[in-house]
């Protein structure tokens, strides 16, 4: 009989997605345009979330006799990419950077708030954040932040 294999890290990206694209707290409203995808968007808006790269790793977890289901526990971070655009007279780098800490608050929050990413890990919790200011002539100030969050699931 083959080992199991898993599919727990795209099970667990797909459930972050959807409680992210799902959060009240990251829908557009007036005129802020927010786009939330699954992997890197197209230039269509000033704020973005998305949920991007994933690095695994495997590691023995325990004997069982087979060495089958059970016995590997597999370790994954999940990359969230919150970039906030701010262009007009006036407007900041802080007020980039300010917006942008925001809204990985928020995607913070969203794992916090459901530590198994529907049912898809034994345990998923932010990590580490990189906070990196920027200028795109065409956009104004930026800021972008890639928060990593770390999943634990049992195969």
């Not at 990251?26 to 790269?53: E, N």
């Not at 800490?101 to 990413?117: F, G, K, W, Y």
């Amino acid at each position: 009989m083959p080992a199991a294999t898993s599919s727990a890290r795209a099970r667990a990206k797909a459930a972050l997605f959807k409680a992210l694209a799902a959060d009240v707290r990251l829908r557009p409203s007036g005129t802020v345009s927010i786009v939330v995808a699954y992997d890197q968007p197209s230039d269509l808006a000033d704020q973005y979330v998305w949920v991007g790269q994933v690095v695994r790793t495997v590691s023995k977890h325990q004997m069982i006799g087979s060495g089958l289901t059970g016995s590997m526990l597999e370790h994954f971070s999940i990359e969230v990419t919150i970039e906030v655009y701010v262009g007009g007279a006036g407007e900041s780098a802080q007020t980039a950077y300010e917006r942008a800490v925001a809204l990985c608050d928020i995607a913070e929050d969203v794992v916090r708030q459901d530590p198994s990413l529907a049912g898809t890990v034994l345990s998923a919790f932010p990590v580490d954040s990189d906070d990196v200011p920027g200028f795109a002539a065409d956009k104004g100030r930026a800021t972008t932040i890639s928060m990593q969050v770390a999943c634990t699931a049992q195969i």
